[in-house]
């Protein structure tokens, strides 16, 4: 039998690679280029390598070789060509001679760890004297002096940003290309995505848009589960479509509204690759379009993995963050905090064995809070399942009515909470029962009845409904989930439901 070689490569840091340049454009133009390279320039190298192609998705290379050599020669141009192309780099492992195609894929797997964890020694970039350097990245000798939108100056440009910025334009034609065919269902050519936050802003009244970081749990160990390449490729395939067709289901719906603007799709991804989702979407259906998402991808990934033939007993599960904000809000923090969010919704998944969503609310006018551990009380939820999530959706229907005033009342005394501290002989315990509990009382009691019942029950079943407080214990210390209901106000409005459906008496 001939021998086989399995060519593994995992491209650096693909993030820091979209996220050099300064604009959003960019980095779907990024987006747009990591696309062409997997699809086009990879395929057009083994061809002439003649090799199959197993894996080149989203920066992950799995090829076959009937020769070591090649193998590594391939490694050599795939690496110098990803580096012109896109300025980043790949790490390539020693090919793994096939004895077993479980034993290969483990193998590699293995190498490509040791290999990202032995930390290379960081290239120096390109500098010379009496150069410009790029003026969006920072980082690259600038090679033009040019314009690139309507809304800018000239500007010293390097040839990846040049490049990104002009592969934006075909966005639709490649990176979202399989996501658009899901969401129209035929070819209709006249709508696209948006250019930038700015389009998908101006559907709010207050211009805030939200964006959700995503990434399935456990997807590393799925993929070193599999026992033949034919299993890899189908598993690798399933993912890309499943993350896709989970995102064009709620789009779906939000195309079929009467939105401000028809000719857009109200959905901009950033990064769609390998396991790891960023999206920009509207913000006022932010909650239950990510809840959407989230079981859409349970059920779909479930059965992607039945027909690929994994192990049945695995339910797949996805952590998922949203961060709201201002559209004008710099996308690359907005991706930081949303990081940050999605390491507690990740703990708390695989705590339960649950998809998880975590959720922020940037309104521009917060102060530096002391950081939650140091609260007894926490007028929030750490992490949502999908369950607790859709609750909170249902809530912002049931309590339309609920006065303005009121609900900002509400909201003061759940941030009240959180600065209850051991005072004079009383714990913060007792501090919330004798002093805080009162006051709630106190708002309950000016609301009318019908609102007040209202108020009463999602207090209990936003909270602990066993608990006479109703607050929930968390690592030991009390959250509630209304006043994340009462901040997220605006951008928790159910996608089944017309807008016209939450316009309630004024008081
Ligand atoms: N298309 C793909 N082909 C092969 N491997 C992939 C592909 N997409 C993702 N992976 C693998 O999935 C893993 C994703 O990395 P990630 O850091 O999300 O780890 P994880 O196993 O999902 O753990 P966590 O639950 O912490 O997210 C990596 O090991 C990557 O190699
Ligand atoms: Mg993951
Ligand atoms: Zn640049």
């Not at 920066?59 to 060509?81: C, I, P, Q, V």
């Not at 033939?309 to 904000?325: F, L, R």
Request: aromatic letters at 8%.
């Amino acid at each position: 039998m001939n021998k086989k070689y399995l060519f593994v490569a995992e491209a650096d840091k693909i993030q820091d690679l979209l996220f050099r340049s300064s604009k959003l454009r960019e980095v779907t133009g990024g987006s747009q280029m990591l696309e062409e390279f997997c699809k086009d320039t990879t395929n057009q190298l083994a061809k002439k390598f003649g090799s199959d192609i197993i894996i080149s998705s989203g920066g992950s290379f799995r090829l076959l070789f009937d020769s070591k050599g090649k193998a590594e020669e391939f490694g050599e141009y795939l690496s110098e060509l990803y580096r012109r192309e896109l300025g980043g780099r790949i790490t390539v492992v020693e090919p793994v001679e096939v004895i077993s195609e479980k034993r290969a894929i483990k193998q590699a797997q293995e190498n490509l760890r040791k290999a990202k964890h032995s930390g290379k020694t960081p290239i120096s970039v390109e500098q010379m004297p009496y150069m410009a350097i790029c003026a969006s990245c920072g980082i690259g000798i600038a090679r033009n002096y040019k314009k690139r939108y309507e809304d800018e100056k000239e500007n010293y440009l390097c040839n990846v940003c040049e490049k990104k910025s002009k592969a934006r334009d075909s966005i639709k034609e490649k990176f979202l290309s399989e996501l658009y065919s899901y969401i129209m269902n035929s070819e209709q050519s006249d709508i696209d995505f948006p250019k930038d936050a700015d389009t998908i802003a101006e559907l709010e009244s207050r211009n805030y848009v939200a964006y959700i970081v995503a990434d399935v749990n456990n997807m590393g160990v799925t993929f070193n589960s599999c026992d033949s390449f034919e299993k890899l490729k189908k598993l690798s395939d399933g993912l890309s479509k499943v993350i896709q067709q989970s995102l064009a289901e709620p789009t779906k719906i939000l195309t079929q509204k009467q939105l401000k603007d028809p000719t857009i799709i109200p959905v901009l991804p950033l990064i769609l690759g390998g396991d790891d989702v960023f999206t920009l979407i509207p913000a006022q259906w932010a909650l239950d379009f990510t809840l959407r998402f989230s079981q859409e991808f349970e059920r779909r990934m479930k059965q992607s993995l039945e027909e690929t033939g994994i192990d049945g007993n695995i339910s797949p599960t996805i952590a998922a963050s949203i961060v709201m904000c201002k559209g004008k809000f710099p996308y690359l923090l907005a991706h930081d905090i949303g990081e940050e969010l999605l390491e507690v919704a990740k703990k708390s998944s695989k705590e339960n064995k649950k998809s998880t969503i975590s959720l922020k609310v940037i309104s521009g006018n917060e102060i530096v809070k002391a950081p939650d551990e140091k609260k007894k009380f926490v007028a929030g939820f750490p992490a949502y399942s999908i369950e607790e999530l859709k609750k909170l959706v249902e809530y912002r229907f049931e309590l339309k009515d609920l006065p303005g005033t009121r609900r900002a009342q509400l909201e003061a005394l759940f941030h009240k909470a959180e600065d209850l501290q051991e005072e004079n002989s009383r714990t913060a315990y007792q501090r919330m029962q004798y002093e805080w509990l009162p006051e709630m009382e106190g708002i309950l009691k000016r609301l009318e009845k019908n609102q007040r019942d209202k108020v009463k029950k999602a207090l209990k079943e936003l909270g602990d409904e066993k608990r006479e407080d109703n607050w929930q214990i968390i690592d030991g210390s009390y959250h509630h989930k209304l006043p994340d209901l009462l901040l997220a106000w605006d951008f928790a409005y159910d996608l089944e439901r017309d807008l016209s459906e939450y316009e309630g008496v004024e008081e």
